[in-house]
């Protein structure tokens, strides 16, 4: 957007007070009426640690259920796949979870990824990086509608034809003027090739798209046998479209990869910890190059207090923590409770060391008799310099306790010793041949996620890529001449560390926010944390937006507060240099490409504000360089239905960092979600990061070319006829993507013009009908800044383009 616009618009929509109070969500939703269950559900109903978990699908009639299963606060995968008989997605589930869906009605299909299988890919990772340390110490020693497009009730928006892998595929978008209240799926005829007729090559179905109750439109794909040139689509009312086929992403006809580019340095999965290590690695290797910055913000630690939870009855249960960490001692820490084997013996806690033993108080009969909530005030008047007691999940306590064996409390953890427990600096590494905020900054960041590990080996293979081939590739050397990068591998270490060695399946940081009052005792330890992509400032939970939770122990649980987590203030700071224009945060799974708008507003899917037209094709065009770039790797396409903003192909998922980067900085900021799986076997995993980087790569030439953009856009009018008499249906096109300010009255065109607008969700300029022989003026402007005819439009140039809504002569 040229810098002489207007500002972007205002962060927050207004929302309704009783709409924001909604947003908190309840544990259990059923999928029919999405009622919170009864109030009197028992209390140990919340997550129990320990459990594995699975990546289940879930099955769903439709996006009503996709809502509830959403607002249930279930751990969801990002893989949602619709179709005409109901809606799939995958949730990451324990036992207990599962049990409990199933109670409220949903239904649960196949399990797709288990916590074995990370441990496979754990011990294969083992197994490649010594089979490369020996392969490298051996390599040392060795045309025309049917009906008037301005009448027809159906319109063509998308029809592309693609190859991925083996297959040859047609995907189509339309929408119908009926697809709100009818639910006809609408079927699509296709020619087999350029001259033949339409129907030759057989016929497809595309059916509704609707989110949160709101038809967007109709759309699907089906493998075809030849190239189609056009398609034809009658809607159920007998009007009918027909457009020419579109190749999404065509292969190139030269690489911008030169001769001896060096690739593939990625040898394995790497935690956190190896992540910085390489980049500091890097750093050191190429000074000239690149440096190290160490983010402004720790977190609060790969660590967490000792805890032991004695007893089995809710109501009898003592829940203990230690004051230390621990392992500062508080693994050292334990207790016991003993029947005294004496009747009428009062309650007492001794202390001695770190052994602390509560001989309960029994009845004249020798009964024990001391409940709960009396043995968690003795423990914490007596021992509340080591531990902090409290009763289990907010029960009054009133249980009889039952004697337990001495029980070492414990923090859980298991990564290895070099993996430190303090709070963890965050690195980013800085690259360039000018490193002082004077060239285009582009932005790269990954594992906000924890339990994503393809994401962070795109980065350091880029990182890798970019400082290698500097010295001998013309294109990578004019990159780093021309671009500042920064690239953060992990910007969640603590939850990708515990994904790692402890709980394969953690999404979130390791913070616990949970009160004593809920899950914050030793059972809860699997579901603490807070999503770290539901933390940030623009269109949030606390905003009155949907797709995040206030359950501390939900998967997309957004915190108390925006940017309460030092992760996120990281990346706020970063996001903050004024010289970074463009960004890519590396997700899996599920083979997306995503950018703002990322979050609506319930009931009505009242949506972030969209892109101008100019901007969505901007976002449109780079797409298409990066995703053929990905493509060139082994032929994976990433979908046209997969593409686009976040709320359009996935679902709403309030206080993303994309929609903060774009919304509040005026970042062109794009989501990688980067294959099939979390943690796919190490031969998946390296094709994923070879591909991936690729795009990653192609993302810095999409920023060189802007920095180097001194094009001015030229634009048409073209005036066709409409269905209305005495009036014209007028549109404008640009050679690029750019905005189109225009006047009707006569009016000198400038930024505070009428500007060029879309015609809806997934579509091009809009028409406007007007009055035939109306004067029209008008410019266009590029993101870069570029105006046609190198006009002033400060009202006092002259050279505007000039024309008038006439339709041409034959």
Same mark, same amino acid.
């Given at each position: 957007m040229p810098k002489s616009l207007p500002a972007r618009w205002r962060r927050r929509l207004p929302v309704p007070a009783a709409l924001a109070a909604a947003t908190a969500v309840v544990l259990l939703v059923s999928p029919a009426s999405a009622t919170a269950p009864d109030a009197a559900a028992p209390a140990d109903s919340g997550p129990v640690a320990g459990e594995p978990a699975n990546v289940v699908e879930v099955l769903l009639a439709g996006t009503a259920e996709l809502d509830a299963l959403v607002a249930t606060g279930v751990d969801l995968d990002h893989h949602v796949e619709r179709s005409e008989n109901g809606v799939v997605a995958h949730a990451v589930l324990t036992p207990s979870e599962a049990a409990r869906l199933t109670a409220a009605g949903f239904t649960l299909g196949d399990v797709l990824h288990r916590p074995e299988d990370a441990r496979a890919r754990v011990e294969e990772r083992e197994s490649t990086i010594a089979a490369h340390l020996a392969e490298n110490r051996e390599f040392a020693a060795a045309a025309a509608d049917p009906t008037a497009p301005d009448v027809s009730d159906i319109k063509i928006i998308r029809a592309d034809y693609y190859t991925s892998g083996a297959s040859q595929v047609l995907s189509v978008e339309a929408k119908w003027a009926q697809g709100q209240t009818a639910s006809n799926t609408l079927t699509v005829e296709r020619d087999s090739g350029t001259g033949t007729a339409i129907g030759s090559g057989g016929t497809q179905t595309i059916s509704r798209f609707v989110?949160?109750?709101?038809?967007?439109?109709? /759309?699907?794909?089906?493998?075809?046998?030849?190239?189609?040139?056009?398609?034809?689509?009658?809607?159920?009312?007998?009007?009918?479209?027909?457009?020419?086929?579109?190749e999404w992403l065509p292969t190139p006809e030269t690489s911008p990869e030169g001769p001896g580019y060096q690739k593939d340095f990625v040898t394995s999965y790497l935690t956190p910890t190896e992540l910085y290590a390489r980049i500091h690695q890097l750093a050191a290797e190429f000074p000239n190059l690149a440096e190290i910055v160490e983010l402004p913000y720790k977190t609060n630690g790969y660590r967490r207090h000792a805890q032991a939870v004695l007893g089995s009855a809710n109501a009898s249960r003592v829940a203990v923590d230690s004051l230390?960490?621990?392992?500062?001692?508080?693994?050292?820490?334990?207790?016991?409770?003993?029947?005294?084997?004496?009747?009428?013996?009062?309650?007492?806690?001794?202390?001695?060391?770190?052994t602390i033993r509560v001989a309960l108080g029994t009845d004249g009969a020798g009964a024990v008799t001391s409940t709960a909530a009396e043995v968690v005030a003795a423990l914490n008047a007596v021992a509340g310099s080591l531990v902090k007691a409290y009763t289990y999940r907010g029960s009054p306590g009133g249980g009889v306790v039952a004697p337990a064996a001495r029980t070492l409390l414990t923090d859980d953890l298991s990564a290895p010793a070099s993996v430190s427990r303090d709070p963890q600096p965050v690195y980013a590494i800085r690259i360039g041949k000018v490193r002082d905020g004077s060239r285009p900054g582009v932005l790269a960041y990954a594992q906000e996620h924890a339990r994503e590990w393809v994401p962070p080996l795109v980065t350091v293979e880029t990182a890798e890529r970019l400082l290698r081939n500097y010295a001998h590739d013309g294109q990578t050397k004019q990159l780093l001449n021309n671009l500042d990068i920064w690239i953060a591998p992990s910007v969640n270490p603590d939850g990708g560390h515990y994904s790692f060695y402890d709980f394969n399946s953690q999404r979130k940081n390791m913070t616990n926010h949970c009160p004593s009052t809920g899950a914050a005792d030793f059972l809860g330890r699997d579901s603490w944390g807070v999503d770290n992509n539901r933390n940030y400032t623009e269109y949030s939970l606390f905003d009155g937006y949907s797709g995040a939770s206030s359950s501390c122990t939900s998967g997309t649980y957004a915190g108390p507060s925006e940017l309460s987590e030092p992760e996120n203030r990281n990346l706020d700071w970063l996001a903050a240099r004024p010289n970074i224009k463009f960004s890519m945060n590396l997700h899996s799974s599920g083979n997306?490409?995503?950018?703002?708008?990322?979050?609506?507003?319930?009931?009505? /899917?009242?949506?972030?504000?969209?892109?101008?037209?100019?901007?969505?094709?901007? =976002?449109?065009?780079?797409?298409? /360089?990066?995703?053929?770039?990905?493509?060139?790797? /082994?032929?994976?396409?990433?979908?046209?239905?997969?593409?686009?903003?976040?709320?359009?192909?996935?679902?709403?998922?309030?206080?993303?960092?994309?929609?903060?980067?774009?919304?509040?900085?005026?970042?062109?900021?794009?989501?990688?979600?980067?294959?099939?799986?979390?943690?796919?076997?190490?031969?998946?995993?390296?094709?994923?990061?070879?591909? =991936?980087?690729?795009?990653?790569?192609?993302?810095?030439?999409?920023?060189?070319? =802007?920095?180097?953009?001194?094009?001015?856009?030229?634009?048409?009018?073209?005036?066709?006829?409409?269905?209305?008499?005495?009036?014209?249906n007028v549109t404008f096109g640009v050679s690029e993507p750019a905005s189109v300010f225009y006047t009707l009255d006569g009016a000198t065109p400038t930024y505070s013009s009428t500007l060029y607008g879309s015609a809806g969700i997934r579509e091009g300029g809009e028409t406007l009908t007007i009055p035939a022989g109306t004067r029209i003026n008008w410019f266009s402007v590029d993101s870069a800044g570029n105006v046609e005819n190198n006009y002033t439009p400060d009202g006092s140039g002259k050279n505007y383009r000039k024309g008038q809504a006439v339709l041409p002569t034959s």
């Amino acid at each position: 957007m040229p810098k002489s616009l207007p500002a972007r618009w205002r962060r927050r929509l207004p929302v309704p007070a009783a709409l924001a109070a909604a947003t908190a969500v309840v544990l259990l939703v059923s999928p029919a009426s999405a009622t919170a269950p009864d109030a009197a559900a028992p209390a140990d109903s919340g997550p129990v640690a320990g459990e594995p978990a699975n990546v289940v699908e879930v099955l769903l009639a439709g996006t009503a259920e996709l809502d509830a299963l959403v607002a249930t606060g279930v751990d969801l995968d990002h893989h949602v796949e619709r179709s005409e008989n109901g809606v799939v997605a995958h949730a990451v589930l324990t036992p207990s979870e599962a049990a409990r869906l199933t109670a409220a009605g949903f239904t649960l299909g196949d399990v797709l990824h288990r916590p074995e299988d990370a441990r496979a890919r754990v011990e294969e990772r083992e197994s490649t990086i010594a089979a490369h340390l020996a392969e490298n110490r051996e390599f040392a020693a060795a045309a025309a509608d049917p009906t008037a497009p301005d009448v027809s009730d159906i319109k063509i928006i998308r029809a592309d034809y693609y190859t991925s892998g083996a297959s040859q595929v047609l995907s189509v978008e339309a929408k119908w003027a009926q697809g709100q209240t009818a639910s006809n799926t609408l079927t699509v005829e296709r020619d087999s090739g350029t001259g033949t007729a339409i129907g030759s090559g057989g016929t497809q179905t595309i059916s509704r798209f609707v989110d949160a109750g709101v038809y967007l439109y109709h /759309r699907g794909a089906s493998s075809v046998t030849s190239r189609p040139d056009r398609i034809r689509i009658t809607s159920p009312t007998g009007d009918v479209a027909e457009v020419k086929v579109q190749e999404w992403l065509p292969t190139p006809e030269t690489s911008p990869e030169g001769p001896g580019y060096q690739k593939d340095f990625v040898t394995s999965y790497l935690t956190p910890t190896e992540l910085y290590a390489r980049i500091h690695q890097l750093a050191a290797e190429f000074p000239n190059l690149a440096e190290i910055v160490e983010l402004p913000y720790k977190t609060n630690g790969y660590r967490r207090h000792a805890q032991a939870v004695l007893g089995s009855a809710n109501a009898s249960r003592v829940a203990v923590d230690s004051l230390a960490w621990g392992h500062q001692g508080g693994n050292d820490i334990s207790v016991e409770l003993v029947n005294p084997g004496v009747g009428n013996a009062a309650l007492a806690v001794t202390v001695s060391g770190k052994t602390i033993r509560v001989a309960l108080g029994t009845d004249g009969a020798g009964a024990v008799t001391s409940t709960a909530a009396e043995v968690v005030a003795a423990l914490n008047a007596v021992a509340g310099s080591l531990v902090k007691a409290y009763t289990y999940r907010g029960s009054p306590g009133g249980g009889v306790v039952a004697p337990a064996a001495r029980t070492l409390l414990t923090d859980d953890l298991s990564a290895p010793a070099s993996v430190s427990r303090d709070p963890q600096p965050v690195y980013a590494i800085r690259i360039g041949k000018v490193r002082d905020g004077s060239r285009p900054g582009v932005l790269a960041y990954a594992q906000e996620h924890a339990r994503e590990w393809v994401p962070p080996l795109v980065t350091v293979e880029t990182a890798e890529r970019l400082l290698r081939n500097y010295a001998h590739d013309g294109q990578t050397k004019q990159l780093l001449n021309n671009l500042d990068i920064w690239i953060a591998p992990s910007v969640n270490p603590d939850g990708g560390h515990y994904s790692f060695y402890d709980f394969n399946s953690q999404r979130k940081n390791m913070t616990n926010h949970c009160p004593s009052t809920g899950a914050a005792d030793f059972l809860g330890r699997d579901s603490w944390g807070v999503d770290n992509n539901r933390n940030y400032t623009e269109y949030s939970l606390f905003d009155g937006y949907s797709g995040a939770s206030s359950s501390c122990t939900s998967g997309t649980y957004a915190g108390p507060s925006e940017l309460s987590e030092p992760e996120n203030r990281n990346l706020d700071w970063l996001a903050a240099r004024p010289n970074i224009k463009f960004s890519m945060n590396l997700h899996s799974s599920g083979n997306y490409f995503m950018w703002s708008p990322g979050a609506y507003a319930l009931p009505d /899917r009242i949506s972030a504000p969209r892109p101008t037209l100019a901007e969505e094709s901007a =976002f449109w065009g780079a797409s298409s /360089r990066i995703l053929t770039a990905i493509k060139q790797h /082994r032929n994976m396409a990433v979908t046209p239905a997969r593409t686009g903003p976040i709320s359009d192909v996935l679902y709403s998922a309030a206080g993303n960092s994309g929609d903060m980067l774009w919304y509040k900085y005026g970042i062109y900021a794009w989501n990688f979600e980067v294959g099939t799986s979390f943690q796919p076997d190490w031969e998946e995993a390296h094709s994923e990061a070879m591909e =991936f980087s690729n795009g990653l790569v192609e993302l810095m030439r999409v920023a060189r070319d =802007f920095a180097k953009d001194h094009t001015r856009p030229k634009s048409t009018l073209t005036v066709a006829p409409s269905s209305t008499p005495d009036m014209v249906n007028v549109t404008f096109g640009v050679s690029e993507p750019a905005s189109v300010f225009y006047t009707l009255d006569g009016a000198t065109p400038t930024y505070s013009s009428t500007l060029y607008g879309s015609a809806g969700i997934r579509e091009g300029g809009e028409t406007l009908t007007i009055p035939a022989g109306t004067r029209i003026n008008w410019f266009s402007v590029d993101s870069a800044g570029n105006v046609e005819n190198n006009y002033t439009p400060d009202g006092s140039g002259k050279n505007y383009r000039k024309g008038q809504a006439v339709l041409p002569t034959s």
